[in-house]
């Protein structure tokens, strides 16, 4: 396959590049030149110049001023950063295990052909195809809390009210529901898909030795499932991070900076309050933040050959 | 539960699929359709606010069916908002994204996949890597340079720096590394450039990584917020989730105006996943996700 090309890296060229590989090579650079003028001028040229504009003072409409490390010094002290980096991780610890768990849950009880399976299959996925915004204000409705549903229900089986928008708890909670809401089918599509390339033989082979359903789950079933595990852990994790739409829409970061993430406090900095270079900094840590999670899963998948 | 029991269904033959928690098949079919009420339900409660009457919501004085139905609600968006404006900005923005990002994906998809130069892995790991970054990191150099360009307030400026998808690159280079070398390098023998073979022999077999491709851009434009948000100020160039949030602001308890505008809003995304559900799926499938 053509992944095994040899690389121009050594000193010494390990292949001659003739003519007719000179010309599709540069074939090649005009049929990526579209992607690389729209990545370059529109990805990296600003991802090098956030780093440089996180360095600057740039609040209003006046001209930016030099503050090197400085706004990474007044971050450190900034309690609301601290509370929308803890808030950040703290969603993403919550709320990835429980999508990953239920999402293999669904596809577990709908991978055997049961009644309406299709049907079913389908409803789990439609909120995936929703947008963050109209899921967020469809939430505020739901956990309203006076008049919302989710207290009306909460109410009929004997159940205290929550305070779902007035207590950081009961915010936080509703942010986290509704995003294992959007995000569950995607992970049960996945699942649905690992589970289908799991050899039948295993089950068989390892029924005549006479293994039970659970030793058959845990040895047969998970293992097989870590590829699909380890990717949306990954993916998981990466879209926990991008979190914004719906807790921009449903909470707005409140009460107080209770759900306050980075992805809305950066945006409130540069947009709101218009400290351009103090709302570049906080994107840098983000995505800095982002470079050692995956750094870190990548080096927990590596022990496994096949999920890398 | 009872080991023997277990052991009696384990030693049954002839299933077809991989056997896990030895529940009966009437419990597990039960949990499944349970959950998928509690999925289904805000849909469905999105639709009965839509159709319900606000004050009768405000008195807290609503039953899970809907009452009589006001058809009016959705008339009222039309009229108090320009919704129809909002929606034409969705359906040009998504459209135009969609035909300019598909292009160039396959264009350079191909030329990773199939094609040697200098520099191709590098580059697709640049490229790829660029996955992980959220608008909220590049956001302010960004908009900087779609100001500087005078984009604020286009299309082009929502269009023009989501065109270039890296997950759009991912799914054609996986797929096109699934086409046999052979086909393609015996186009090249009998003199095809490489444009010819990318339209006479490639794109023929790509139709699914089209359709996946066409349903996913659209989806994500359609969706779009965080982007348009920053470069739409002007209420005439909204689409709509900026639209929703401006009327999320407005009318912050109209309930049955909100949801009749929310609901507006997914509607298309809706009819087109029932449509072309295969796609969605066959989609994550191919993405080597496997």
Known sequence: ?308 | MAVAAEKRAVAEPGRTSPRTFELGPNVRWLLAAIGALVMAFPLYWMLVTALGSTADLRAGDYGLLPGRLQWENFQAIFDRLPFGRWFLNSVIIAVAGVVLTVTINLIAGYAFAKLRFPGRRILFILIVSTLIIPVQVIMVPQFQIVADLGWVNTYWGVVIPRAAEAFGIFFCVQFFRGIPDDLIEAARIDGAGELTILRKIVLPLSKPLIAVLVIFTFMWRWNEFAWPLIVLNDSDSYTLPIGLRFLDGQYSTDYSLLMAGSLLAVLPMLAIFIFFQRYFVEGLVRSGLK
């Open chain 1, 1 to 308: 396959m053509a992944v095994t090309t040899t690389r121009p890296r050594s000193a010494v060229p390990r292949r001659r590049w003739g003519r007719a590989s000179h010309r599709q090579a540069l074939t090649a650079y005009a049929l990526i030149s579209p992607n690389l003028l729209v990545f370059g001028a529109f990805m990296f040229l600003p991802l090098i110049l956030t780093f440089v504009v996180s360095m600057q003072e740039t609040s209003g409409l006046g001209p930016a001023e030099w503050v090197g490390l400085g706004n990474y010094s007044e971050l450190i002290r900034d309690s609301v950063f601290w509370r929308a980096l803890a808030n950040t991780v703290g969603y993403a610890a919550i709320e990835v295990p429980l999508a990953l768990g239920a999402g293999l849950m669904v596809a577990l009880l709908l991978n055997r052909a049961i009644w309406m399976r299709n049907l079913m299959r389908t409803v789990y996925y439609l909120p995936v195809v929703i947008s963050g915004v109209a899921a967020g204000i469809l939430a505020g409705w739901i956990f309203s809390e006076n008049i919302g549903v989710a207290n009306k229900a909460l109410e009929l089986v004997g159940i205290a009210p929550v305070a779902w928008r007035s207590s950081a708890a009961g915010a936080m909670a509703s942010v986290i529901l509704t995003s294992l809401w959007i995000n569950v089918g995607f992970n049960m599509v996945v699942y649905l898909a690992a589970l289908q390339n799991i050899p039948r033989e295993y089950y068989d082979a390892s029924a005549v030795d006479g293994a039970t359903s659970v030793q058959q789950f845990r040895h047969i079933t998970l293992p097989s499932l870590s590829t699909a595990t380890g990717f949306l852990a990954i993916y998981g994790v990466i879209t926990a991070f991008h979190v914004f739409d719906l807790v921009f829409i449903l909470t707005s970061g409140g009460p107080g900076n209770a759900t306050e993430v980075l992805g809305t406090y950066a945006y409130d900095q540069a947009f709101d309050t218009r400290a351009r270079g103090y709302g570049a900094a906080i994107g840098v840590v983000l995505y800095l933040i982002l470079m050692l999670a995956l750094t870190v899963q990548f080096a927990f998948a590596r022990r496994h050959p096949e999920e890398a």
